[in-house]
C-alpha cells in the first residue's frame, strides 16, 4: 500500500472515484462531538489517540457528558478513467453512437445514455416470467 497512488472505490463509464493519496492528503482524519453540549475536539491526522484523550478531558471537566459521536473522515478524488484502446477511435467504446454523444454532449451523457442502455436490457427481463 506504499506504492499505490490511487485505489479505485467505484468505477464509472468515464469518472473513476477513489481515495485521495496526494502529497499532504491524510490517510483519515479524526475528531468527536459530545452528545450532551455539541462541542467538538479538534480534528487530527492518521491519529485517533488525541480524540480519545480530548474526550476523556471533556468528561473529567463535565462528569456528565459522557457519550461522544466520533468520526472518522477521508478525502476523496474522482478522476476521469484512464484512456486505454480509445486513441484509434472508440476501440473501448461498444457503439459509434456513443462517440457521436460523446463528441456533441459530454461523457456525463453518454454515462447516462449507457446506464439507460443497461436498464433496458433488464425490462424484458423485469416484464416476463
Ligand atoms: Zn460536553
Keep these: 500500500m506504499t506504492d499505490n497512488q490511487a485505489i ?3 468505477r464509472g463509464a468515464d469518472w473513476v472515484l477513489c481515495e485521495e493519496r496526494g502529497a499532504g492528503a491524510p490517510e483519515a482524519i479524526f475528531g468527536a462531538e459530545c452528545a450532551s453540549c455539541g462541542e467538538q475536539s479538534p480534528l487530527f491526522d492518521d491519529d485517533s489517540l488525541p480524540v480519545a484523550v ?6 473529567a471537566g463535565n462528569p456528565e ?3 461522544f459521536l466520533f468520526r472518522t473522515e477521508k478525502h476523496w478524488r474522482v478522476v476521469r478513467r484512464p484512456e486505454a484502446g480509445e486513441a484509434g ?7 459509434p453512437v456513443a462517440g457521436f ?4 454532449a459530454g461523457p ?7 446506464l439507460l442502455t443497461a436498464l433496458s436490457g433488464l425490462l424484458p427481463v423485469l416484464t416476463t416470467h
Design 8 to 10: 479505485s472505490i467505484v
Design 54 to 59: 480530548w474526550s476523556l478531558h471533556h468528561t
Design 65 to 67: 457528558h459522557a457519550r
Design 89 to 95: 477511435g472508440g476501440g473501448g467504446r461498444a457503439s
Design 101 to 104: 454523444l460523446d463528441r456533441a
Design 108 to 114: 456525463a451523457f453518454v454515462g447516462l445514455m449507457c
